[in-house]
């Protein structure tokens, strides 16, 4: 069973918010009866009427993505650039869970679960997200303490982040980052600050989530143990 306003709003008819002022307003009815009250649920053989149209949900859909560098994490773009949506073929409407930077690869959500975004994209969820970065130069210990134990942004001091120096190269490092805020850019200004400005950058894992076996550009259907345990997760947070 789930709320009538939530099932209004995956069936495209309005915003949650809005639905429950459709509701309040005696404009939905549920088995041949005006529901007004907004704490109505609904079940899955229950026929539910807007306006006197029948109402039919879309099915819930959850993708992985490995996204490409030069993809924008948008459901479109005025410009014409091409999208994470693009390049899932899906017939329900599909948005990205958060972002990534268009110059930033790795793995991303898109679904058109509203409820299980929100919660994935709410401030209060942090969930870890495990970056690979190629930074230009050689990268000490005592620069990566600092960002270890939270380094001052902009924005204000991060949290301690896991941080592990995987390699060097001539001119370069390479270094696996764990973060668990969202901020925007947060990984590449967390080196600009340390002076190691990013070249590559590419998430792996978020939250239990990883990119093995998902090649650049591909995607993936959750599997429902999955989708399970990341509302878990989301229910684990806010509670």
């Not at 599909?94 to 994209?121: E, K, Q």
């Not at 591909?218 to 429902?224: A, M």
Request: proline residues 3%.
């Amino acid at each position: 069973m789930e709320r009538l306003q939530k099932y209004l709003a995956r069936a495209g008819v309005a915003s949650r918010r809005k639905s429950e002022e459709l509701i309040t307003a005696g404009r939905v009815m549920v088995n041949g009866e005006t529901v007004t009250e907004l704490g109505a649920r609904v079940q899955a053989d229950d026929v539910v009427w807007f306006d006197g149209e029948l109402v039919v949900p879309e099915r819930l859909e959850y993708f992985l993505l490995n996204k490409l560098s030069d993809v924008i994490c948008a459901v479109s773009d005025k410009r014409g650039q091409k999208t994470v949506v693009d390049l899932i073929e899906s017939p329900v409407r599909l948005f990205p869970v958060g972002r990534l930077d268009r110059d930033t690869t790795g793995i991303i959500i898109l679904t058109n679960d509203g409820t299980l975004a929100h919660s994935l994209m709410h401030p209060s969820f942090e969930v870890d997200k495990v970056y690979k970065a190629e930074v230009e130069g050689e990268v000490t210990e005592s620069e990566l303490d600092r960002l270890r134990n939270g380094i001052e942004l902009e924005d204000g001091l991060t949290a301690p982040a896991v941080v592990l120096l995987m390699g060097k190269r001539p001119g370069g490092s390479f270094v696996e980052v764990a973060i668990h805020e969202g901020r925007k850019r947060q990984v590449r200004r967390m080196f600009d600050a340390i002076g190691h400005p990013v070249w590559k950058l590419h998430r792996k894992r978020y939250a239990m989530l990883t990119d093995n076996g998902l090649a650049p550009g591909e995607s993936r259907q959750l599997t429902g143990e999955e989708v399970m345990a990341l509302r878990k997760l989301a229910e684990g947070k806010k509670s």
